[in-house]
């Protein structure tokens, strides 16, 4: 169900005024830029988005719920802008020319919504669902046995790497990534392989040490966790760690989209996800669930602003201790550097070459922040 309440700001975020919030962390352009044109930035990004069109286009011809789904296709992708429904590929380079054309200068949170904006203007509403149905029921099937190689490491602070580590691993199956959507179109992705082979650390920003001092010292009493992908991310990665929290008596809200945006899970496949992975006893794998909360963010992007979430979860979230960001485009293209009345982590990894250059790292680096905040 598409939430109706109007959005509002995050009640954990600090305000403007006290923070310079803005939403994307990658600087497009500044004050003292040309309006009138491109910078070198604005042109490296709107590439990258032209990169990832026929990645997309693939996905929406092959979406049988769309009549004429293979024409449809060809237009989203199509060149020339046209009467009546404009064609993504065409704004994009309409962009390069005017920057403050369709609702400029670009930034990340623009750039997507055009293409959100064309696909459902279009007809498409989730061309992504197929093969997000196909990696949930794979990563259901797996997540008993992730859940107890996580229990029997006997360290606290050990396991919660692990646990970190799983996260990453997860947050790998992004298909937003036009170069990680051909890998995973040609030979798909195996998790544990994933878990063992990342980039080694110290990751590019490595907070990790740190949190796991904390975690041993400190409880918190309720978490909100900003879900990103479906599949492996949410399912073998971002549910154990929750779990974990839950076995700490840590309530924890899990924050997931009110629509379709890629592959990112929505509010409604995480409810179904979680209902599948409850024994009769409401236990996931022996731990109680009865301070688990699923809530939908009100976000319709693969990215966040933070200044505009769903009623249902500001409520939620105003007595929270943590708030957890989860992916590249939730922590790292946007809200990085955001900065929270509570304690916050920030983790996902870098999978577009142009973040990696941004962050000083290499493709594939991990981010791992957390920032504490005393006497919350």
Not at 75 to 100: M, N, W
Not at 102 to 126: A, N, S
Not at 189 to 201: A, E, H
Not at 283 to 297: A, P
Request: with cysteine; proline share 5%; aromatic share 8%.
């Amino acid at each position: 169900m598409e939430s109706e309440s109007p959005l509002v700001p995050f009640p954990l975020l600090r305000t403007p005024i006290e923070s310079n919030y803005r939403a994307c962390t990658i600087p497009y352009r500044f004050p003292s830029d040309n309006p009138s044109e491109p910078t070198p930035v604005e042109i490296q990004w709107i590439d990258l988005f032209l990169k990832s069109v026929p990645s997309f286009r693939q996905r929406a011809e092959n979406d049988s719920t769309v009549v004429d789904a293979p024409e449809k296709a060809e237009k989203f992708a199509q060149s020339l802008l046209s009467c009546g429904v404009d064609r993504y590929t065409a704004i994009l380079e309409d962009i390069k020319k005017d920057p403050e054309s369709h609702g400029g200068p670009p930034d990340g949170i623009l750039l997507c919504r055009l293409r959100e904006q064309v696909l459902r203007e279009l007809g498409f509403r989730d061309i992504f669902k197929k093969v997000k149905d196909e990696e949930n029921a794979k990563a259901i099937a797996l997540f008993e046995g992730v859940v107890q190689l996580n229990d029997a490491i006997e360290d606290d602070g050990e396991r919660v790497e692990n646990l970190i580590k799983g996260i990453l691993a997860g947050n790998i199956f992004d298909l937003g990534s036009a170069q990680l959507a051909e890998v995973f179109a040609r030979v798909g992705m195996s998790f544990m392989t994933t878990c063992q082979n990342l980039v080694s650390r110290p990751w590019v920003i490595d907070d990790l040490d740190t949190f796991k001092t904390k975690w041993i010292k400190k409880s918190w009493k309720k978490a909100v966790i900003f879900v990103d992908n479906s599949g492996a991310d949410v399912i073998l990665g971002i549910l154990p760690f929750a779990r974990e929290l839950l076995r700490h008596g840590t309530k924890v809200v899990l924050a997931a989209n009110d629509l379709p945006s890629i592959n990112d899970v929505t509010y409604t496949e995480l409810v179904e996800i979680v209902k599948k992975l409850k024994d009769e006893n409401q236990q996931i794998v022996g731990v109680d669930t009865s301070g688990l909360l699923i809530i939908n963010s009100g976000n319709d992007l693969p990215v966040i602003d933070l200044t505009n979430v769903s009623p249902e979860l500001a409520y939620l979230a105003g007595d929270a201790d943590l708030v957890m960001l989860e992916g590249m485009g939730r922590a790292i293209e946007t809200n990085l550097y955001a900065q929270l009345k509570c304690d916050s982590l920030k983790i996902g990894m870098v999978k577009h070459p142009e973040v990696a250059q941004f962050l000083g790292g290499r493709l594939y680096d991990c981010v791992f922040k957390y920032s504490e905040v005393l006497n919350y």
